[in-house]
């Protein structure tokens, strides 16, 4: 790596911490930055989401912290060692699914395990353990090829913890899941944080690491668009909205719109209602649902329904990036209070 000492100093109190990552590819059309002088706090202990759209550069953060690829420039810790320096000093205790792992397909879950773990001298009375952390003991005995892609993922997942390592760091674990395999990959990474490890998780599906994440980085094009608890980013990042049912809905929105307020009609006739965007660079307006009751009933529009939507992670990450392309991305990254001590993550 070159130009390693250009980055801040940093600090001590992460399971990993990034500062100034910056990674361009060579490709025939030219150079492809695909990280850009990206900072990564991910706190010790709980779930941490790493989001951001394809091709925004997480695979690429993720291979750089496990010394696949080198880095331009920038500096990376891991519990307080410099990677990939040092990383043989502290590679056993991290655990990574960077691609899917090969199993042989004619023999049980438990044998791929005892063969892997006899091959990285865990030790095979390991393998029940980890297979337990991974909800497969009663499936052990089959083989893998009959196992779901569920449980092809827990499996891969048993892997890593063969070495009862302190990170986790799994990349899209739930590609090409269905909903029941989500569920299941999330209770396990759930788990696993209740349990005193780090998870550090990436994911182009915001919505879905909100339900399990404590904390979370978002990046988009290789930048650091937001990071921090997720509970105060949903209630700082982005305006609530409320859902409006009323008579007359053509006029509501017409008056609503008239007091300042920003309406999208839905195709069931009811109204999403927020306050209008804030100018550059301003951080959204306080929103009391009054100002919709009582312009409507002024013009003898009654509401019937009034429901408060929660924002999720994906409308944050829609309204940073909208902020981004009115250059008024000043965000200040939310910051972290001290990190939380392992096993002290949100449970969700
Ligand atoms: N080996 C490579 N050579 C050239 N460009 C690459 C290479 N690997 C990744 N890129 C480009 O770098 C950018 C970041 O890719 P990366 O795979 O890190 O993103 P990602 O957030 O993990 O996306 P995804 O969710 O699709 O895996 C993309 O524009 C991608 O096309």
Redesign the pocket.
């Known amino acids: 790596m070159t130009d390693m000492t250009a980055a801040a100093e940093p600090s001590t109190t992460y399971a990993v911490e990034a500062l100034g990552l910056r990674k361009t590819?060579?490709?025939r059309g030219g150079r492809?930055v695909?990280?850009a002088d990206l900072d990564l706090r991910v706190p010790a202990g709980g779930v941490h989401g790493f989001l951001?759209?394809?091709?925004?550069?997480?695979?690429?953060?993720?291979?750089m912290l496990l010394g696949l690829i080198s880095a331009d420039s920038g500096r990376m810790r891991v519990f307080d060692t410099e990677v990939p320096h040092h990383l043989p000093s502290v590679v056993d205790r991290i655990g990574a699914i960077v691609e899917q792992p090969k199993f042989f397909p004619a023999f049980s879950g438990k044998k791929n395990l005892e063969l892997l773990a006899q091959a990285i001298g865990a030790g095979s009375g390991q393998v029940g353990r980890v297979l337990d952390e991974v909800g497969l003991t009663e499936r052990a005995r089959s083989k893998y090829r009959t196992y779901s892609l569920g449980m092809k993922q827990r499996l891969a997942i048993a892997a890593t913890l063969l070495k009862d390592p302190e990170l986790l760091i799994f990349?899209?674990p739930t590609n090409g899941l269905d909903p029941a395999g989500i569920h299941e990959i999330r209770a396990t990474m759930r788990g696993l944080a209740d349990r005193g490890k780090t998870v550090l998780v990436?994911s182009?599906i915001l919505s879905e690491v909100q339900l399990v994440a404590d904390t979370v980085t978002i990046?988009g094009r290789?930048r650091l668009l937001a990071e921090g608890p997720v509970a105060e980013l949903l209630s700082r990042g982005a305006p609530a909205s409320f859902r409006v049912v009323v008579a007359e809905p053509g006029r509501a929105a017409a008056v609503l719109t008239a007091g300042g307020l920003a309406v999208e009609p839905s195709p069931d006739q009811s109204l999403m209602v927020r306050p209008a965007p804030a100018g550059p660079g301003l951080p959204p307006t306080p929103f009391d649902p009054a100002r919709i009751t009582e312009a409507l009933a002024r013009e003898g529009l009654y509401v019937r329904e009034l429901v408060p939507i929660r924002p999720d992670l994906e409308q944050v990450f829609l309204s940073l990036t909208a902020e981004e392309h009115l250059g008024a991305h000043s965000t200040a990254p939310i910051a972290y209070g001290p990190p939380p001590g392992p096993g002290q993550g949100g449970a969700r």
């Open positions: 590819y060579r490709t492809q695909a990280v951001g759209p394809n091709g925004s550069g997480k695979t690429t953060t993720i291979r990349d899209e990436s182009h990046i290789g």
